[in-house]
């Protein structure tokens, strides 16, 4: 999957730097493998948008990738602690999310994202009438739209991107909060970047670093969202030659999360914002110009305030092509 490097100068399978160029398949995903639009739910679905989901090519050309993830928030939390469900009138949040990923990386320095999101949602509250109600809704979600830079070395391993999330996803949605729509009603600044290196002096261990904060900059209908940084950091192996130019290569993330209060007279802010951190081991195996990554997150901290819903687990799966 590596047959769009030609761009620096290589060594046997590696680049003048000594990084393998596989691991360096990894430098530009750690910011836009997983682009996809800001989640309007308050439990903050953000945290997909850090942290390894494809390994892909870098250099000239082309990605286009399609990935799922789910999530199924019916825990109450509060504060630091588990909270019994009494509490909280919202009792299940249950999202699929479905993203057609593109990238072109036009040089080694310049490229462009675009993220097409799709989701289905389930929500059950508590009305205002005092009886369970139930909606189960779908629609296109919050498009993106990024620019990649990549030209502060000759391996490509550090970046910076910058984009815009698009008021484009529905938020209008008879029943469940504005919280709990799937589009914001905002356009929202997406600022982020991005480092690899070498572990060993092999490098076929290597160590990645991430961010991105996201914060709205207009907002519609008396509904503005928290504004949020997410933080990842992990290490990745090289890979495990399977032969026939194939590989299988394991990944671990810590994923850190801390979104600010929603604001506006349409929002909750006595219960939006919270401090996560996740541990997510995840595994990709490629063979040629395919690639396929999976991912379960699991939550060791959190801090939530108010009461909210959150998922015992987060799962993501992408499989993707270079062109």
Request: aromatic share 14%.
């Amino acid at each position: 999957m590596n047959r769009h490097l030609p761009v620096a100068r290589r060594m046997g399978g590696r680049l003048a730097s000594g990084i393998s160029t596989s691991a360096l398949a990894l430098c530009i995903l750690l910011l836009i493998a997983a682009p996809r639009s800001a989640r309007a739910c308050a439990c903050g679905c953000g945290i997909f948008e850090v942290g390894p989901s494809l390994m892909r090519p870098v250099g000239v050309g082309g990605f286009a990738a399609f990935e799922y993830d789910y999530m199924n928030q019916n825990q109450n939390w509060s504060g630091t602690a588990k909270a019994p469900a009494a509490d909280n009138d919202d009792k299940q949040i249950k999202t699929n999310f479905y993203n057609a990923n593109f990238q072109y990386m036009f040089d080694r320095k310049w490229g462009v994202m675009v993220n097409v999101p799709y989701w289905n949602r389930f929500f059950q509250t508590v009305d205002d009438a005092g009886d369970l109600a139930s909606y189960h809704y779908s629609s296109l979600g919050d498009l993106r739209v990024t620019g990649v830079y990549s030209g502060f070395s000759e391996d490509m391993c550090t970046g910076v991107t910058l984009g815009f999330k698009l008021p484009t996803g529905d938020y209008t949605t008879p029943g469940p909060d504005r919280d709990n729509q799937i589009g914001t009603g905002s356009t929202n600044i997406l600022l982020g970047a991005y480092h690899q290196g070498g572990l060993t002096r092999d490098n076929n261990w290597v160590w990645f670093a991430q961010g991105l904060w996201d914060n709205a900059i207009s907002s519609r209908n008396d509904y503005r969202p928290g504004g949020e940084v997410d933080l990842a950091a992990g290490v990745y192996f090289n890979g495990v030659d399977l032969g026939r130019d194939s590989k299988i290569a394991p990944v671990l993330t810590v994923l850190f999360s801390e979104r600010w209060r929603d604001s506006g007279a349409a929002s909750d802010p006595d219960n939006t914002g919270f401090t996560r951190v996740f541990v997510a081991p995840g595994v990709q195996f490629s063979v040629s110009s395919v690639a396929l990554y999976a991912q379960v997150a699991f939550p060791v901290y959190q801090r939530m305030n108010g009461n909210q819903l959150v998922a015992p687990e987060l799962y993501k799966f992408s499989v993707g092509y270079s062109f």
